[in-house]
């Protein structure tokens, strides 16, 4: 695919006249403030028919956003709650993302607790049709309004489900990293077929993981390189496996480690 240099824009939402080709718009929700004092706000990113942007885990292809917090006051932990994504096949790759509008939540713990939280970010990400853009916006969010924002919590009743098992795993070395091999509770295997791995750490590079089916449950492998080239210590308890179907997705937090 094509790509165009990065574009950089300053924006509270950005302006039209700003915008790269394929985003429409792009700005940070007012959003709330939670009974727990938490500041609720949203990433919102509409884009023009047939362009698509990235989930957080995306595949072999595809650019996740990436936020800079830095210029946020009373700011202390930032905590993403990821609608689960559309499977998106293009040009022969699979990759995860959406399709005209990404609300992405946001779960902002203040500094202070008596002080208010001014979220600002810079956020990197991609966007795709014939060709791909980088984009770079600067946002900040408004103040926080009276009552819950109806689009956010929409977005946040889309997250995947959080599953009460934990796959089993087996875990390789191979000549540039590691080799997970997940296999997911039969419970739970029937409501999806597309995988998704990965760690926390997202200077981890993983690949788009190959599925099969044994016994009625799913099986799934994928690579986990880092930056060095070589085999690294992966804990089993970092692993985050995503389960995603048609319409429903769940997710298992850490696996256990099973030998050969």
């Not at 946001?106 to 001014?118: F, G, K, Q, R, S």
């Not at 934990?166 to 409501?191: K, N, W, Y």
């Amino acid at each position: 695919m094509k790509t165009l240099a990065l574009l950089l824009m300053t924006a509270a939402p950005a302006l039209a006249q700003d915008l790269p080709p394929g985003l429409a718009s792009a700005e940070l929700l007012p959003g709330w403030t939670t009974a727990e004092g938490h500041r609720m706000t949203a990433l919102h990113l509409r884009l023009e028919p047939g362009w698509k942007t990235y989930w957080r885990s995306p595949g072999d292809a595809g650019v996740p956003p990436r936020f800079d917090w830095a210029a946020s006051r009373n700011l202390a932990e930032v905590r993403m709650l990821w609608p689960r994504p559309e499977v998106i096949e293009s040009g022969g790759e699979r990759t995860l993302g959406y399709h005209g509008e990404l609300v992405l939540p946001i779960e902002i713990a203040p500094a202070n607790p008596a002080a208010p939280v001014e979220p600002r970010a810079v956020v990197d990400f991609g966007i795709c049709q014939d060709i791909c853009v980088p984009v770079r916006v600067e946002l900040q969010a408004g103040p926080a309004g009276p009552a819950p924002d109806p689009l956010i919590e929409a977005a946040i009743a889309r997250q995947p489900e959080s599953s009460d098992h934990q796959p089993e795993c087996h875990i390789a070395p191979i000549q540039d990293g590691m080799q997970v091999t997940a296999t997911l509770p039969a419970a739970d295997s029937a409501r999806g077929d597309e995988v998704a791995m990965e760690l926390a750490d997202d200077e981890i590079w993983v690949s788009a993981p190959e599925t099969r089916e044994a016994g009625g449950r799913l099986m799934a492998q994928a690579d986990f390189v880092a930056a060095s080239g070589k085999p690294f210590p992966l804990d089993p308890e970092a692993l985050r496996v995503t389960l995603i179907g048609p319409d429903d997705a769940v997710e298992f937090e850490g696996c256990r480690e099973v030998a050969d």
